[in-house]
């Protein structure tokens, strides 16, 4: 079992950047496909990003691509999103997740963090 917990979310004015951290306890990490996840109010949970166990695959959702980058450090047990020229309609809770493979799939994924809070404003 794996406990996950996002930082660095927070309020950011549109066009800025903000650096995503999940850490994972357990010492298993770097056998878990990584998966970052947003929610906005009255929406459903939504695919933003994927990285594989040793980080040589990622994935992108459309809207966020060439805007995001995933990153894993399986030695410090965590995995980043660093989120460039933000728009507002970024703003969502952002959770991270860990599965057996890194797929756009929620239902791919074994655990949650509790999520972290994205404002972006115009």
């Known amino acids: 079992q794996v406990q996950l917990v996002e930082s660095g979310g927070g309020l950011v004015q549109a066009g800025g950047s903000l650096r995503l951290s999940c850490a994972a306890s357990?010492?298993?990490?770097?056998?878990?496909?990584m998966g970052w996840f947003r929610q906005a109010p009255g929406k459903e949970r939504e695919f933003v990003s994927a990285?594989?166990?040793?980080?040589?695959?990622?994935f992108y959702a459309d809207s966020v691509k060439g805007r995001f980058t995933i990153s894993r450090d399986n030695a410090k047990n965590t995995v980043y999103l660093q989120m460039n020229s933000l728009k507002p309609e970024d703003t969502a809770v952002y959770y991270c997740?860990?599965?057996?493979?890194?797929?756009?799939?929620?239902?791919?994924?074994?655990?949650w963090g509790q999520g972290t809070q994205v404002t972006v404003s115009s």
């Open positions: 990285i594989s166990r040793g980080g040589i695959s990622t």
């Open positions: 357990g010492r298993t990490f770097s056998s878990y496909g």
């Open positions: 997740a860990a599965g057996n493979r890194a797929v756009t799939s929620k239902d791919g994924y074994n655990y």
